[in-house]
Nanobody
Framework: QVQLVESGGGLVQAGESLRLACAAS????????MAWYRQVPGNQREWVAT???????SYPEYLKGRFTIDRDNGRQQVFLTMNNLEPDDTATYYC????????????????WGQGTQVTVSS
């Protein structure tokens, strides 16, 4: 049974940093590409970062330089370090395993975790 448990969110001021963590189980983590997404109520889930099973990282252009994704295969965890946070980064953040298809990353598992809330005040 796939489980994804996100943590590390909180209320911060603009310019501060946060490090999110996602503990994964129920699938072969070390062979999986992992990603972070975020969602604001009323909007679609937005892709934030991917780290492939090779360690290669990718981000949307507008997040490059501020967000960094990492993974620990031994602990089956994926992390997202967010620097210089902006109010527009306010969202619930989720992780999932992903595959690349039709020029985009697709989440593999429908059983999303509860997410972790990030709120950035101006």
């Amino acid at each position: 049974q796939v489980q994804l448990v996100e943590s590390g969110g909180g209320l911060v001021q603009a310019g501060e940093s946060l490090r999110l963590a996602c503990a994964a189980s129920g699938f072969t983590f070390g062979l999986s590409n992992m990603a972070w997404y975020r969602q604001v109520p009323g909007n679609q889930r937005e892709w934030v970062a991917t780290i492939q099973n090779t360690g290669f990282r990718s981000y949307p252009e507008y997040l490059k330089g501020r967000f960094t994704i990492d993974r620990d295969n031994g602990r089956q965890q994926v992390f997202l370090t967010m620097n210089n946070l902006e109010p527009d980064d306010t969202a619930t953040y989720y992780c999932n395993a992903v595959n690349w298809s039709a020029s985009r990353w697709f989440p593999l598992y429908g059983a999303w975790g509860q997410g972790t809330q990030v709120t950035v005040s101006s």
